[in-house]
């Protein structure tokens, strides 16, 4: 090799650096860089948990867990006077409370505080058995099968948990469409009490009504009294149903076709064509009558659940093209009726109280499995929270069962889900009827993720 | 001056004048002082020497000279005042001395031109010549002398200042030097002539205070001239047994001002003194002047141990005292003088710290101020400033553009991006390193950021305006880093014009990647500093030292500091400045590696526990967003960036100049430290890093290394250019067009964009005003349920830049955000409380998610507040805070403390050890003037 040749080989070489340049940009271009993680919200143990009950003199209030709590703590409203029955954290407890309401705080890793109260209500208000859960503190409430008329009538229980001032927002919607109702805006409930608000003070003549609670502020639970002397009779109080979306599940229908009715709540702005399927004792099956249902937009609609659906213990399930909120009304007789609620599957442990006032029978425990098969593990317990016995449910895919909780001495029961499951419990009194859709209790709840910045 | 035509009033009567000469040891400049004698307009009336035990030989040279009869022989030992106490007892009475030194030469009109002003009064009882230099013969030594509050002599000359007439008019002084020093004969004797306890040194000042308090003048008189070789005070002449000590001529100073103080100013000067002698004892020693803070301490003892001698010396005074203190008070130095001195030692210091090519360590002056060719080359055929100091003008219009591109920004209050508002004083920063609680929300483990060291020394001096430090350093970082770049580019490039178009480009190169817009206070500081760190390792490779290395050790520590990853950076430098130079500079370069990882101490570690977290420079830890393409075109993503296109013409510029053989070396060895810029950014893309219990999966900026990468390619064109030059005339033509895209493309776009945006001034309103008035800390939350929430902790009105760092400990933070979590499911009373154990005492959701504050709201003992801006939250918490402030583990104090010691004796240690001055031999030539 000449020098000359040399000489250009050593130039040659300089492209050594651009070439390594270009090496290092191809090799940014083609290595995985890190990129952020979404971070959707996850479960924590809940170590406190409030919940309020309506009291009265005819109404009894039970608190009871799925664990035993460290401590509790109850107030009565107005006065915030304590009652001590109800502040034992490791028991099941009943206690009739003389006031307005009441507050039960209770504390303890995941014990899974729950209450309910139960009563029967007097004759002049419709009379009937009463059983329902106390709520905790409430984001968005939508009620259904409400009245503001003379002979169906319903009143808005709210309970301020906070010492500080909350605010809720109401709209009401009926089967005309939404309605204006002056004051329903801004309404502020004072510090730890209940404030009660009859709906005709908001829209006073309204058979059917709907109603959205939405909490602007503070801290406070919400509940309905609904009593009616007319064609259907009684007294019920009504949870919250799901609020409005495409797909959901009623379940907790008692035996009887008699007397149901299927309210729908369209509250968007097109109408909704809704489809309903009955989760039977044998499988799941669209009853004629129930197809493409329309609900105009802004309104409420009541639909009679045809004979085509079955009069045995089953489910509704709902399919719409737009968000809907329902519930259903069962009045097998004219003494007394029930609402089975739109609840959300069970996610956990949920307690089925049966000590909860004198002279309510064992209660009916209806369990739907929408999707696949499931099965539930149904434990019972005395007050003490000793386990008395235990039992495992199995219900077959797109079916619902029931079954009686029925153990001497059980003050009530924790009903375990394995899978997906819609669950509710029945209570019949004489004549009285009432259902109570199972929510698991508060042993963990979604939180977001949270982190530090600077 | 024609002596003969000056019409003098006194030679109708003349008055007798007595000279006295003092001798010991002067065989070196007596044959010169001797000869000087001869020839005098007006000759004493009578001589009389006195000779303190001279072994060199003067005595036979003072006896051939004057004879036997004039000699008096004084013991060894003798002082000066002493030996002309002797020398009077045998000399006839007359109405003048003229005290005379060995080592001092005269003039023929010397001795009239001190009598012309000392008989121009009747008061006037003392005169001294206008002394100048010898051997220089041209610099001027004194004309009157006066002292200092600290007790330094002042002459009120600069050093080395030729005597150009300007101080030739008489005038009124405190003293005079007691060499060629005309004293009436009855004063003297009225004062009992000089103080027997200063026997050499601040005798003449001692004097002639007591002079001026006894209702007497002293004056110059310039039309007398004197060379003096001040040979004890330089170490020139030859010392025998019976000399003095060095330090004696500190501790006549304290006597001297300790025995004329009047009273109620001595009790403060006694302790005054006292204590800044210590004081003057550690700076001496920080100064790396052993010596003299060994006699300042020996001066000091001798001092303080004799008070009766001091009782008797301020007796004395008392007894001839005729004017008040007030009265001469105009004779003493001014006050700030002291502080002048103080200031200019800084100065040169902080010279030799920013200028290593500028220091000669050798000799007694440490430091010698470079004249910067460039600045100091003027070109008399041109009248514009632009043609004769370019450079200057450059800077200048810089300067102004800086200037306008930092519009509405000048209010002291920069913040915005990742940079965090300046504290409220400079004491902000110092106790961030060294206070005992740090009030930044959650107690901490973290340790202070070191960059809060020099922060807080530079905010000092502007104590309540700190934010102007900040405002300086981002609104002139163009200025800044082409002035730095510049004296870089004096070193690797002899072509003015390419160099300036180099530097200029590189600096704004700074603010193309966005990183002024953005707040990147780190970067700014960093990219100043870099041609420094280049520019001292430049200076290690050609004069290889452990000074030099040392202080690169420290410009690397100090950018690190501002922005961790330059020590990776620097020590891939290293190695390449290893690979260029071999083992000559090995030694050096591991100094210069070892001594930022001391610097940076245990808050390096800490950064370095998980290596990427070294992207976190100073402030927010505001995550990048630049792209593979912006980071070849030397972009690093984000707002304020200038288009990507500019930086095309560098590239290709870049790889021309590799094809020159001639300028090869060079250019290959930018390629390599443009390449190891590169390499760090595009790194950069593709890691996260999280902080200490803080902000997590973070994108690092990478405008520093992209920075490096264009500098490298923009150093290796530079490089090229005396190749470049021998190129046909359109190639050339067409190569600078390119290189000029860069600098006047990005020019245009900074001037016309601005430094703002994000970056602002004035409040940051991280919190309402009136959150920032609670006591407790506030806890922001921003984000959603679905896509998490984030939160951060705040005291007062928000943190400020170095608290970012102080990030809360694993324990707290993990504890916190357990609470939070259970606040956004479903909040108790004992979550609330948890709070309020925490110091919160309110809850601000910026722009608050409808969800996030329903759940808030259901929480109880939290009470909704109004909030000043529109779609926030506020809460209070009904708890009241128990934990406001953050302790400070204690062994973080005494880590700051270290941490600052290790950076002050590292900066000490760079400056060049002084040594007491070694006999000047005499310059002949010099000499031979005198003799003329």
């Known amino acids: 090799m000449s020098q000359r040749q040399r000489a250009n080989m050593k130039d040659l070489r300089i492209l050594v650096l651009p070439f390594a340049a270009v090496a290092l940009v191809l090799l940014a271009l083609v290595a995985p860089s890190s990129s952020e993680s979404g971070r959707p919200p996850s479960r924590v143990i809940v170590g406190e948990a409030s919940y309020a009950c309506p009291a009265g003199s005819v109404i009894t209030v039970a608190s009871g867990q799925v664990r035993a709590g460290t401590g509790a703590k109850a107030n009565i409203f107005p006065g915030r006077a304590r009652d001590a029955e109800l502040e034992k954290p490791s028991s099941w407890r009943t206690s009739v409370v003389d006031g307005s309401g009441v507050m039960v705080q209770q504390a303890g890793r995941a014990s899974g505080p729950v209450g309910f109260f139960a009563g029967t209500a007097p004759k002049k208000g419709g009379g009937g058995l009463v059983v329902g859960s106390c709520p905790g503190v409430v984001d968005d409430a939508w009620l259904l099968g409400l009245g ?138 669209a009853p004629s009558g129930l197809d493409q249902i329309k609900v105009r937009a802004g309104a409420t609609r009541s639909i009679t659940v045809p004979k085509s659906a079955g009069s045995g213990a089953q489910a509704l399930q709902l399919t719409s093209d737009q968000p809907v909120s329902a519930t259903v009304r069962m009045a097998p007789s004219a003494k007394d009726y029930a609402y089975a609620e739109a609840v959300p599957a069970l996610t956990g442990p949920s307690v089925v109280p049966v000590e909860v006032g004198p002279k309510i029978g064992a209660p009916r425990l209806l369990l739907t499995a929408p999707g696949a098969a499931a099965t539930v593990d149904v434990q019972a317990y005395d007050s003490s929270m000793r386990r008395l016995a235990a039992t495992t449910v ?10 009686r909780l029925e153990t001497p001495e059980a003050a009530y029961f924790v009903v375990t889900p394995h899978g997906k499951v819609v669950a509710a419990a029945t209570y019949v009194k004489g004549d009285g009827i009432s259902s109570l859709a199972l929510t698991p209790a508060p042993v963990t709840v979604l939180s977001p993720q949270v982190r530090p910045v600077s | 001056m024609d002596e003969t035509s000056t019409t003098r009033h006194w030679l109708d009567d003349p008055p007798t004048v007595g000279a006295i000469l003092v001798s010991h040891n002067g065989a070196t400049w007596l044959p010169k002082v001797l000869a000087s004698f001869a020839h005098m307009f007006y000759a004493p009336t009578t001589w009389r020497v006195v000779d303190v035990s001279s072994t060199d030989g003067s005595a036979d040279l003072l006896r051939d000279s004057f004879g036997a009869e004039r000699i008096t022989y004084a013991a060894s030992g003798t002082g000066f005042g002493e030996a002309v106490r002797l020398g009077l007892e045998s000399m006839p009475h007359t109405d003048w001395i003229w005290l005379l030194h060995d080592d001092s030469s005269v003039l023929p009109g010397t001795l009239s031109g001190l009598l012309d002003t000392a008989t121009s009064a009747p008061d006037i009882a003392a005169v001294g010549p206008k ?48 060499a060629g020093m005309l004293i009436r004969r009855d004063v003297w004797d009225e004062l009992n002539g000089l103080d027997p306890n200063l026997r050499l040194y601040f005798d003449d000042i ?36 019976g000399d003095l000590p060095h330090w004696e001529e500190r501790r006549a100073a304290i006597y001297t001002l300790l025995a004329n103080s009047p009273m109620p100013r001595f009790l403060w000067q006694y302790v005054r003194l006292f204590f800044g002698s210590l004081l003057r004892v550690v700076g001496l020693l920080i100064g790396k002047d052993p010596e003299a803070a060994s006699d300042e301490l020996l001066a000091l003892r001798s001092a303080y141990t004799h008070p009766f001698k001091l009782i008797k010396a301020r007796r004395r005074r008392r007894a001839t005292a005729k004017r008040s203190h007030r009265a001469i008070r105009h004779l003493l130095a001014p006050f700030w003088l002291p502080y002048q001195h103080g200031f200019d030692m800084v100065r040169d210091t902080a010279t030799a710290l920013i200028k290593p090519e500028a220091v000669e360590s050798v000799g007694r002056r440490s430091t010698t101020l470079d004249q910067a060719p460039d600045e100091t080359e003027d070109l008399d055929d041109g009248p514009s400033l632009l043609q004769r100091r370019p450079w200057l003008a450059t800077v200048l219009v810089l300067i102004v553009l800086s200037v306008i591109a930092g519009r509405g920004l000048f209010g002291g209050g920069l913040h915005g991006g990742a940079l965090l508002p300046a504290p409220g004083s400079a004491g902000g920063w110092w106790d961030l390193l060294l206070g005992a609680r740090h009030d930044v929300g959650l107690p901490s483990e973290t340790l202070a950021p070191v960059f809060a060291l020099p922060l807080a020394v530079l905010a000092t001096p502007v ?72 520019n001292t390792a430049w200076q290690l490779a050609e004069k290889p030292g452990w000074q030099l290395a040392l202080r690169l050790g420290i410009w690397i520590a100090f950018a690190s500091a501002f922005a961790p990853i330059v020590l990776p950076m620097s020590l891939g430098g290293l190695l390449i400045l290893w690979y260029a130079e071999g083992r000559w500079v090995r030694g050096q370069l591991v100094v210069a590696a070892v001594v930022p990882l001391v610097l940076l101490g245990p808050w390096l570690a800490q950064r370095a526990l998980r290596p990427w977290r070294t992207w976190w420079e100073a402030g927010s830890p505001l995550p990048g967003s630049a ?45 390599l430290v443009a390449l190891l810029g590169q390499g760090a950014a595009l790194a950069g893309t593709l890691v996260t890093y999280s902080t200490h219990a803080g902000p997590a999966d973070i994108t690092p900026w990478v405008g520093i290394p992209t920075v490096v990468w264009i500098g490298g390619l923009l150093t290796a064109v530079l490089l090229a250019v005396p190749a470049a030059l021998s190129w046909p005339r359109p190639a050339l033509t067409a190569a600078v067009v390119v290189a000029l895209v860069l600098p006047v493309g990005t020019l245009g776009w900074w001037v016309v964009r601005g430094d703002a945006d994000p970056l602002d001034d004035g409040r940051d309103n991280v919190v309402p005003v009136f959150l920032a008035e609670r006591p407790g800390d506030t806890l922001i939350l921003t984000g959603s349920i679905r896509g998490g929430v984030d939160y951060r902790v705040v005291a007062g009105d928000g943190p400020f830049l170095g608290q970012e760092a102080v990030t809360a400990s694993s324990a707290e933070a993990s504890r916190l955000t357990a609470i939070v979590r259970r606040v956004l499911a479903q909040a108790t009373t004992a979550d609330i409380d948890s709070l309020g154990e925490l110091g919160i005492d309110s809850i601000y959701a910026p722009s608050a998610d409808p969800e996030v504050s329903r759940r808030i709201d259901a929480a109880p003992r939290l009470s909704p507040a109004g909030s000043d801006q529109p779609g926030s939250r506020v809460w209070t918490l009904a708890p009241q805070p128990t934990n406001d402030a953050a302790d400070v583990p204690w062994w973080h104090r005494g880590i700051g403390v270290l941490q600052a010691l290790a950076w002050f004796v590292a900066i000490v240690l760079t400056a060049p050890v002084r040594r007491r001055a070694a006999p000047e031999p005499l310059d002949d030539q010099e000499d031979a003037e005198v003799t003329a």
């Not at chain 2, 001692?206 to 330089?234: C, I, K, N, Q």
Request: glycine share 10%; hydrophobic share 45%; charged share 20%.
């Open chain 1, 148 to 285: 503001s008329g003379g002979k169906h009538f319903s009143t808005l229980i709210l309970t301020n948990l906070a010492d500080t001032p909350a605010a809720v927002d109401l709209s009401l919607w009926g089967p005309k469409g939404k309605i204006d109702a002056v004051g329903s805006e801004g309404i502020v409930v004072g510090p730890s009490s209940v404030r009660r608000i009859r709906l005709d003070e908001l829209a006073a003549g309204e058979s059917e009504l709907a109603m959205h609670v939405h909490r602007r502020r503070g801290s406070l639970s919400a509940v309905v009294n609904d009593s009616a002397t007319t064609v259907f009779s009684g007294t019920e109080p009504v949870s919250a149903t799901l609020s409005p979306r495409r797909k959901q599940v009623i379940g907790g229908l008692v035996q009887g076709a008699q007397g149901r009715t299927l309210m729908v709540l369209n509250p968007g702005a097109d109408t909704a064509r809704v489809s309903v399927k009955v989760i039977g004792a044998k499988n799941t099956f």
């Open chain 1, 394 to 403: 199995k219900i077959k895919a797109g079916t619902t069962t029931w079954t």
């Open chain 2, 131 to 178: 002394i100048r230099e010898w051997p220089s013969l041209r610099r001027l030594l004194e004309v009157g002398l006066t002292i200092t509050a600290t007790g330094s002599r002042e002459t009120g000359l600069e050093t080395g200042e030729p005597d150009a007439g300007q101080h030739d008019r008489p005038r009124d002084v405190l003293a005079v030097n007691t």
């Open chain 2, 206 to 241: 001692d004097f002639g205070w007591r002079v001026a308090r006894a209702g007497y003048r002293t004056m110059t008189a310039p039309a007398a001239v004197l060379f003096h070789a001040e040979s004890s005070r330089r170490g020139t002449r030859t010392r025998t047994a």
């Open chain 2, 463 to 534: 104590w309540f305006h700190p934010g102007l430090v900040i405002t300086v350093a981002m609104v002139f970082a163009v200025p800044l880093a082409a002035l730095t770049a510049h004296r870089f580019g004096r070193q690797i490039s002899s072509h003015r014009v390419p160099r300036m178009v180099w530097a200029v480009s590189y600096a704004l190169c700074v603010v193309a990647t966005g990183a002024v817009s953005q707040g990147r206070l780190g970067t700014v500081v960093a990219l100043v500093v870099l041609p420094i760190i280049a």
């Open chain 2, 627 to 671: 792209t593979v393409r912006e980071v070849v075109l030397g972009r690093a993503g984000g707002p304020g960036a200038a288009p990507e296109w500019l930086t095309v013409g560098v590239l290709v510029l870049a790889l021309v100049a590799l094809v020159p053989r001639r300028t090869r070396t060079g250019v290959l060895l930018s390629w």
